[in-house]
Structure formats: C-alpha cells, structure tokens
C-alpha cells in the first residue's frame, strides 16, 4: 500500500525540500520510512500496512509553517498538503 501527494504552497505552486514525517494514527507511531520526492512537490510513501496515518510537514529554510494532514488511508485520493508562507 501507499500514500501519495503533493507539497505546495497556499496558491498550489509546488515546494521542494519539505521534510515528511509518517506517523501511525492510532498509535501516534514514528514511522522511519522516508517518501520518494520531486522537486515539483510530489511524493510517495511505499510499502506501507493498510490503515490510517498523519503526515507533518516541516520546513528546514524555515520559511513555511509547520503543517500536518490526519486521517490518510492508502491507496486513497491524492494527499494535497498546502503550507502557509511565515510573515
């Protein structure tokens, strides 16, 4: 199973560099497994078991808000994850 996406900003362009987190939601789990990225935003998580998971998304540059997506199945629709611009 897997969980794919995009990372952009608030008006859908896309962000490079984004760090993704994994996390199992019902147990809060860390997950080591790292997703494939493009520097058009796009990502995907492989091989993963079949239930519901949390993505958080940080940015090392410092230059968007920390942002989280909940209650991802997999195989499901793409995840389209927005990060709001810091001030």
Same mark, same amino acid.
């Not at 897997?2 to 560099?17: A, L, Q, T, Y």
């Not at 939601?25 to 998580?45: H, Q, R, V």
């Not at 090392?60 to 995840?79: L, R, W």
């Given at each position: @199973?897997?969980?794919?996406? *995009?990372?952009?900003? %608030?008006? =859908? &362009?896309?962000?490079? +560099? !984004?760090?993704? *987190? /994994?996390?199992?939601?019902?147990? +809060?789990g &860390?997950? %080591?497994?790292?997703? $494939?990225?493009?520097?058009?935003g &796009?990502?995907i @998580? =492989?091989? /993963?078991? $079949? #239930?519901?998971? %949390? !993505?958080?998304?940080?940015?090392?540059?410092?230059? @968007?808000? @920390?942002?989280?997506?909940?209650a !991802?199945?997999?195989? +499901? $629709?793409?995840?389209?994850? *927005?990060? #709001?611009? *810091? &001030?």
């Amino acid at each position: @199973f897997s969980i794919k996406g *995009r990372v952009m900003d %608030s008006h =859908k &362009n896309p962000i490079d +560099g !984004i760090h993704l *987190r /994994l996390v199992v939601d019902k147990d +809060g789990g &860390n997950l %080591s497994t790292k997703p $494939e990225m493009d520097a058009a935003g &796009n990502f995907i @998580f =492989k091989n /993963l078991d $079949e #239930q519901l998971y %949390s !993505i958080h998304a940080t940015d090392p540059k410092a230059n @968007f808000k @920390f942002t989280s997506v909940y209650a !991802i199945p997999t195989n +499901g $629709e793409p995840v389209e994850i *927005r990060m #709001q611009r *810091r &001030n």
